[in-house]
């Protein structure tokens, strides 16, 4: 049975974030993800987790000046030291917040010389500490239509990096819309790679909307990753076109959320 999670950062905004989770628990959701946690007490959120009986599916580590454009940072050699601290933080977070995975946004490629590698350093070092606490990093691409020049635009080249980092503690998180995006075919790698992926996130294409919005035959694509052997979570994270709760029809109809 596929096990559907909600990312709070993009849905439920009609509501403070905190009230998201509640909101999250009465639409029939288990489980949630944030993009960052780090606005919030880490016992807050802990609190909202633990009221509505919610597993914490995944958070991101941070990621540079959101607002200002950042996607990421762990691909700036300049930014190194900060990418540590964020690390650090992202660690004391997880040690009270137990989430199963915390990813990692490359962020855009630095122009430096050393900048590939200043990357996979960066990823080695977030492994291994995360290792420590017994929390799996992962890693995704990120298309550069919608952003220009990010550093892992496409699935292989977050795989190259994986092979090279020495660590079992990294895995790919595959998101649908970044892979379409990118003139992928995401049946046919679900139906190759699904068992080894570590986290799915979807949105319907065009427009990165709800389900049903688009061109997407969600119910194809859902047998299909049941299918493969994948048995992670699969997390909505779109932007919802209306109010979230209207956004929620076709995975009703498909038996994913029953409330």
Request: hydrophobic share 45%; proline share 6%.
């Amino acid at each position: 049975m596929l096990k559907l999670a909600v990312n709070l950062t993009m849905l439920f905004t009609e509501y403070p974030l905190l009230e998201r989770f509640d909101r999250a628990a009465a639409a029939g959701f288990k489980g949630v993800e944030l993009l960052f946690p780090y606005t919030e007490q880490s016992a807050t959120v802990l609190g909202a987790l633990q009221r509505n009986e919610l597993e914490f599916v995944l958070f991101n580590l941070p990621a540079g000046d959101w607002a200002a454009g950042d996607r990421g940072i762990a691909a700036q050699p300049a930014l190194k030291s900060e990418f540590a601290d964020g690390l650090k933080l992202a660690v004391d977070y997880a040690s009270e917040l137990h989430p199963l995975r915390i990813n990692c946004l490359a962020g855009k490629l630095g122009p430096e010389p050393d900048a590939r590698e200043t990357l996979a350093h960066n990823v080695q070092l977030a492994a291994e500490a995360l290792d420590q606490i017994g929390v799996q990093l992962t890693i995704e691409a990120v298309n550069n239509v919608d952003v220009p020049d990010f550093a892992l635009p496409t699935t292989r080249s977050v795989m190259d990096l994986i092979a090279g980092i020495d660590s079992p503690n990294v895995g790919l998180q595959y998101d649908i819309y970044h892979a379409i995006r990118m003139k992928e075919d995401p049946f046919a790698y679900i139906e190759q790679h699904g068992s080894e992926i570590s986290h799915i996130q979807v949105a319907d294409f065009p427009g990165r909307h709800q389900p049903g919005s688009g061109e997407i035959d969600f119910a194809k694509l859902f047998d299909a990753i049941v299918d493969s052997g994948y048995s992670g979570w699969v997390s909505l994270e779109y932007v919802p076109d209306g109010p979230t709760d209207g956004g929620f029809g076709l995975v009703r109809e498909l038996g994913l959320l029953s409330a």
